[in-house]
């Protein structure tokens, strides 16, 4: 069942574009395999997520991203 998720967080450091991009290419690589596309945005401090791909690839990546101590 393909599913969407989008959440909402907020990193523990500065945004800035060199984080941006290297986020950008390994989801990128990582995302292709698991066949799950999204979107990431940023803006106030703030990321904005959206993930779309079957339910079960889509809860397995937000489990390992909200054990990612880089955001909150």
């Given amino acids: 069942m393909l599913v969407r998720l989008l959440y909402v967080s907020q990193p523990v450091g500065p945004i800035t574009t060199t984080m941006t991009t ?3 290419e390994k989801s990128d690589a990582n995302n292709k395999t698991e066949n799950i596309t999204g979107v990431l945005c940023q803006g106030s401090g ?17 489990s ?8 909150q």
């Fill in 64 to 71: 390992k991203i909200m054990a990612d101590r880089n955001h």
């Fill in 22 to 24: 290297l986020i950008l």
């Fill in 46 to 62: 703030l990321w904005m997520q959206v993930l779309e791909g079957e339910r079960s690839k889509v809860n397995l990546l937000y």
